[in-house]
């Protein structure tokens, strides 16, 4: 817990207190009103991969496809347990102490700040597919098409594009096909999203939200957080 003043920032509190320079992506603070938007849109998503595994069930006619269901479960499992932890989380915005001493415009009070800190570089990236969630160990010059060559080709074989989101919050959509294929090094702490291959709303919807949520993920397994002891006041 840190004592903070009104006007205390989250670049003074990198300088003043004890703590280590940390890795620029792999630093993070979370704003306090993005906490709950992000429970709510958690809730949302938990709910549209309910939808999606039953119906996915309903018309289910081989053990392949009743395996795609039991994978949406476990992308649902996982939205759980992100809705159980929401110190997890953090908002897509720089937070390490050379950007904001460069961006002042950037720097936050910390009595607007849930929390801050930092994450030590994992060993692994992790993949959602249709068989699931796994985080795959990390190799030094491991590319995109090494992690996706690792899973079975059932998995990922039914999407041309594939959506990479990094340590530091960014996602991009990269072209996996023969034709549009893009080579991609990959970093530790990054997430990859083969989209599901419905035509339905309610898919399109999970497609365009997952990248997001999981930008908003802390990019690591050993990560320091740090608390402002300054609440927000309270308004009418």
Same mark, same amino acid.
């Given at each position: 817990?840190?004592?903070?003043?009104?006007?205390?920032?989250?670049?003074?509190?990198? &300088?003043?207190?004890?703590?280590?320079?940390?890795?620029?992506?792999?630093? =993070?603070?979370?704003?306090?009103?993005?906490?709950?938007?992000?429970?709510?849109?958690?809730?949302?998503?938990?709910?549209?991969?309910?939808?999606?595994?039953?119906?996915?069930?309903?018309?289910?006619?081989?053990?392949?496809?009743?395996? +795609?269901?039991? /994978?949406?479960?476990? !992308?649902?499992?996982?939205?759980?347990? =992100?809705?159980?932890?929401?110190?997890?989380?953090?908002?897509?915005?720089?937070?390490?102490?050379?950007?904001?001493?460069?961006?002042?415009?950037?720097?936050?009070?910390?009595?607007?700040?849930?929390?801050?800190?930092?994450?030590?570089?994992?060993? !692994?990236?992790?993949?959602?597919?249709?068989?699931?969630?796994?985080?795959?160990?990390?190799?030094?010059?491991?590319?995109?098409?090494?992690?996706?060559?690792?899973?079975?080709?059932?998995?990922?074989?039914?999407?041309?594009?594939?959506?990479?989101?990094?340590? /530091?919050?960014?996602? =991009?959509? &990269?072209?996996?096909?023969?034709?549009?294929?893009?080579?991609?090094?990959?970093?530790?702490? /990054?997430?990859?999203?083969?989209?599901?291959?419905?035509?339905?709303?309610?898919?399109?919807?999970?497609?365009?939200?997952?990248?997001?949520?999981?930008?908003?993920?802390?990019?690591?397994?050993?990560?320091?957080? =740090?608390?402002?002891?300054?609440?927000?006041?309270?308004? +009418?």
């Amino acid at each position: 817990m840190l004592s903070v003043s009104d006007n205390t920032t989250l670049r003074d509190a990198w &300088l003043r207190a004890d703590i280590p320079s940390a890795i620029p992506a792999y630093s =993070f603070y979370q704003r306090r009103v993005e906490h709950e938007e992000t429970k709510a849109t958690l809730e949302q998503l938990k709910e549209e991969l309910v939808v999606l595994s039953e119906e996915r069930i309903e018309r289910a006619t081989s053990a392949e496809a009743s395996q +795609s269901a039991l /994978g949406l479960r476990a !992308w649902q499992q996982h939205v759980e347990y =992100f809705l159980e932890t929401p110190d997890a989380s953090r908002s897509l915005a720089r937070a390490d102490v050379a950007y904001l001493v460069a961006h002042p415009r950037d720097n936050p009070t910390l009595s607007d700040i849930h929390h801050f800190g930092y994450c030590e570089p994992p060993d !692994w990236v992790e993949l959602w597919h249709a068989g699931g969630v796994e985080k795959m160990a990390y190799q030094p010059d491991m590319t995109l098409g090494d992690a996706l060559e690792a899973l079975p080709a059932r998995d990922t074989n039914l999407s041309d594009y594939v959506t990479w989101v990094s340590p /530091g919050g960014q996602y =991009f959509r &990269l072209g996996v096909a023969a034709w549009n294929h893009q080579q991609v090094d990959l970093v530790p702490g /990054g997430r990859i999203v083969v989209p599901l291959s419905e035509s339905t709303p309610s898919a399109e919807w999970v497609n365009y939200t997952l990248p997001h949520i999981l930008a908003k993920r802390l990019p690591g397994s050993e990560c320091k957080r =740090f608390m402002p002891t300054k609440p927000l006041a309270s308004s +009418s």
